[in-house]
Nanobody, 129 residues
Framework: QVQLVESGGGSVQAGESLTLSCAVSRYSISNGCMGWFRQVPGKEREGIALISPGGGARSYVDSVKGRFTISRDNAKNTVYLQMNSLKPEDTAMYYC??????????????????????WGQGTQVTVSS
């Protein structure tokens, strides 16, 4: 059974930084795209950062551009999200996903990956002003 385990969340002050990690087991992340998503109660889950299998292509939602960086270490089977200059509106549960075949990143479609997305259980990030 594929497992994605997020870590690194916590409570910080506005302007501070956090780095989230997503360790994956029973699936080789080099096969496909990976992504970070976030969700607040009462709202839909939002995709905030995607990365191609080799890491050469990345895309971000406008609200995090210039502040967040997604990266991956295929040898460690781990994906990261570096979050700088955090704002109270970044408060959410953050999820990692191994994205299904056919995912588009930065205008290109990547055909590797699982039939369906795999999801982690999430890690909470709380930013206070």
């Amino acid at each position: 059974q594929v497992q994605l385990v997020e870590s690194g969340g916590g409570s910080v002050q506005a302007g501070e930084s956090l780095t989230l990690s997503c360790a994956v087991s029973r699936y080789s992340i080099s096969n496909g795209c990976m992504g970070w998503f976030r969700q607040v109660p009462g709202k839909e889950r939002e995709g905030i950062a995607l990365i191609s299998p080799g890491g050469g292509a990345r895309s971000y939602v406008d609200s995090v551009k210039g502040r967040f960086t997604i990266s991956r270490d295929n040898a460690k089977n781990t994906v990261y999200l570096q979050m700088n200059s955090l704002k109270p509106e970044d408060t959410a549960m953050y999820y990692c996903a191994a994205l299904k075949a056919g995912t588009k990143v930065d205008g290109s479609i990547y055909y590797g990956g699982p039939r369906n997305d795999y999801w982690g259980q999430g890690t909470q990030v709380t930013v206070s002003s």
